[in-house]
């Protein structure tokens, strides 16, 4: 039945394949059946291999349906219908419990959206990211797991994020570095999203790195943390830089025993990245992203930005709908009417994520979106700070700083519209979930009052 399912999920990919790929569908084929048998018997693969498969998550298959979705639903299919990890069941987390609140509301949200085909694409990409977010709590059980996990993104990342060192050279700024051109974008559409997945990139091989394990998952640890910072600074991206400093200030407040080894490797790092720039055509771009780093201090230093404008319009929005908003996916079409603040200037978001979200779901899906902040901040902050630490307190505290790092950058700037960003921003959510439920299935068991420390404790036992 399982093997059938997968049959069928598999034959409807190779169907997008077929139109665009021709006789490398067929030949595609048995890679195809063993993937899905592995999956089957082991789905922490299926959900590694999409984590590693970012490089080629924007790649449109048919009708619109790219890379990312597709796996996205095979993964579902793999966990669902493959073999059950031999664990402990644990109790749904809440943060869980708030996403799907999130998201049903949004789907509610769509009925009287005026963009009902457009918010419909964006509820389709909102269940592929809760979905692979549930998928991954639901396989990472154990240490080896989250190993595994972190280790899939880590190898994704380097095909994002090295080849964007070649156009380095090609960067030219204007207005003080409040605007550049030729900025890194990777595999992304525009240099934000990049950033953003930059930023990400640096927490998760922080957490693979904090992780242990084997020599060569910190040796991928420590060249991913390395190409995600050299992509971070290349995007040019003040948001995620201000994402960033606001992770590891979040990672050293979880975790201060890190700060002497934290200390070392920034300063282990800027001198290596200060070596680079000196010896590679990487120094040309060294006086763009000085300028750039500048200009954080001086936002309205660009005259197009117009972002005063911005929030009025997406406050206009709110009050015109404010429990149920315009729809997901509607404040690009919005901002074009003949009565918007900026029909002139083709704002795509509102620059900031609560009143981009505010305006497109109401202030019912802003509640909610605070609500699953709150729940996920004290699941990580209960497990990351708990008096007895386990093993993996600190892949939980960087993953928690990555959490932190992304609600930084989208107080500045909106780019989970990038359907590839959104499902790796919810699978970063779910790799912080299982972290903080491997750290509290880890922590020794509570001494019952008035016993003995040595005393064993028995279950449904009278204290």
């Given at each position: 039945?399982?093997l059938?399912?997968?049959?069928?999920?598999?034959?409807?990919?190779l169907?997008?394949?077929?139109g665009?790929?021709?006789a490398?569908?067929?030949?595609?084929?048995?890679l195809?059946?063993a993937?899905?048998?592995?999956a089957?018997?082991?789905p922490?693969w299926?959900?590694?291999?999409?984590?590693?498969a970012?490089?080629?998550?924007?790649?449109?298959?048919?009708?619109?349906?790219?890379?990312v979705q597709v796996?996205?639903?095979?993964?579902?299919g793999?966990?669902?219908?493959?073999?059950r990890?031999a664990?402990?069941?644990?109790?749904?987390?809440?943060?869980?419990l708030w996403?799907?609140a999130l998201?049903?509301?949004?789907?509610v949200?769509?009925?009287?959206?005026?963009?009902?085909?457009?918010?419909l694409?964006?509820?389709?990409n909102?269940?592929v990211?809760l979905?692979?977010?549930?998928?991954?709590?639901?396989?990472?059980?154990?240490?080896?797991?989250l190993r595994l996990l972190?280790?899939?993104?880590?190898?994704?990342?380097?095909?994002?994020?090295l080849?964007a060192?070649q156009?380095?050279?090609?960067?030219s700024s204007?207005?003080?570095?409040?605007?550049?051109?030729?900025r890194?974008?990777?595999?992304?559409?525009?240099?934000?999203e990049?950033?953003?997945?930059?930023?990400?990139?640096?927490f998760?091989?922080?957490?693979l790195?904090?992780a242990g394990?084997r020599?060569?998952?910190?040796?991928?640890a420590?060249?991913?943390l390395?190409?995600?910072?050299?992509?971070?600074?290349?995007?040019l991206?003040?948001?995620?830089?201000?994402g960033?400093?606001a992770?590891l200030?979040a990672?050293l407040?979880?975790?201060?025993?890190?700060a002497?080894?934290?200390?070392?490797?920034?300063a282990?790092?800027?001198?290596?990245?200060?070596?680079?720039?000196?010896?590679t055509?990487l120094?040309?771009?060294?006086a763009?992203?000085?300028?750039r780093?500048?200009s954080v201090?001086?936002?309205?230093g660009?005259?197009?930005?117009?972002r005063d404008?911005?929030?009025?319009?997406a406050?206009?929005?709110?009050?015109?709908?404010?429990?149920?908003g315009?729809?997901?996916?509607?404040?690009?079409v919005e901002?074009?009417?003949?009565?918007?603040?900026v029909?002139?200037?083709h704002?795509?978001?509102?620059?900031q994520?609560p009143?981009?979200?505010a305006?497109?779901?109401?202030?019912?899906?802003?509640a909610?979106l605070l609500?699953?902040?709150?729940?996920?901040?004290?699941?990580v902050?209960?497990?990351?700070?708990?008096p007895?630490?386990?093993a993996?307190?600190?892949?939980v505290?960087?993953?928690?700083?990555?959490?932190v790092?992304?609600?930084?950058?989208?107080?500045?700037d909106v780019t989970?519209q990038?359907?590839l960003v959104m499902?790796l921003v919810?699978?970063?959510?779910g790799?912080a979930?299982?972290?903080?439920?491997?750290?509290r299935?880890t922590?020794p068991?509570?001494?019952?009052?008035?016993t003995?420390?040595l005393?064993p404790?028995?279950?449904?036992a009278?204290?």
């Open positions: 039945m399982a059938a399912a997968v049959g069928v999920l598999a034959g409807a990919v169907g997008l394949l077929g665009t790929a021709g490398g569908a067929v030949l595609a084929l048995p195809a059946g993937a899905a048998a592995l089957l018997r082991d922490r299926a959900v590694a291999g999409t984590l590693a970012a490089p080629w998550g924007l790649v449109e298959l048919a009708a619109g349906v790219q890379v796996l996205g639903v095979l993964t579902l793999a966990v669902v219908l493959g073999r990890p664990a402990p069941a644990r109790a749904l987390p809440a943060e869980l996403a799907g998201v049903t509301w949004a789907l949200t769509t009925l009287p959206s005026s963009t009902f085909q457009r918010s694409r964006v509820d389709a909102l269940l990211g979905a692979l977010c549930a998928c991954v709590v639901a396989v990472c059980r154990r240490g080896p797991d972190l280790s899939a993104w880590c190898a994704g990342s380097l095909v994002v994020c080849p060192l156009g380095a050279g090609g960067l204007r207005y003080g570095g409040a605007l550049v051109e030729g890194a974008t990777g595999a992304f559409v525009q240099p934000n990049f950033g953003t997945y930059c930023m990400t990139t640096v998760v091989a922080l957490a790195l904090l394990g020599r060569v998952q910190r040796g991928l420590a060249a991913a390395v190409a995600g910072l050299l992509g971070l600074a290349l995007s991206s003040r948001g995620a830089w201000l960033t400093a992770g200030v990672l407040v979880l975790r201060p025993a890190l002497g080894p934290a200390l070392r490797a920034a282990a790092g800027a001198a290596a990245l200060a070596l680079l720039l000196a010896l055509p120094g040309g771009a060294a763009v992203v000085g300028q780093l500048t201090a001086d936002p309205a660009n005259p197009d930005d117009h404008l911005v929030f009025r319009e406050a206009r929005l709110v009050a015109e709908s404010p429990v149920t315009h729809g997901p996916g509607s404040f690009k901002a074009e009417e003949a009565d918007s603040l029909a002139a200037y704002r795509l978001h509102a620059h994520v009143l981009h979200v305006a497109e779901t109401g202030l019912v899906g802003l909610l609500g699953l902040t709150a729940a996920t901040g004290a699941a902050v209960a497990a990351a700070r708990s007895a630490p386990s993996a307190s600190g892949p505290a960087a993953l928690g700083g990555g959490l790092a992304v609600a930084g950058q989208g107080l500045v989970f990038n359907p499902a919810w699978a970063l959510l790799l979930s299982a972290a903080a439920g491997t750290a299935a922590l068991p509570a001494r019952v009052p008035g003995s420390p005393a404790h028995v279950p449904g009278a204290p």
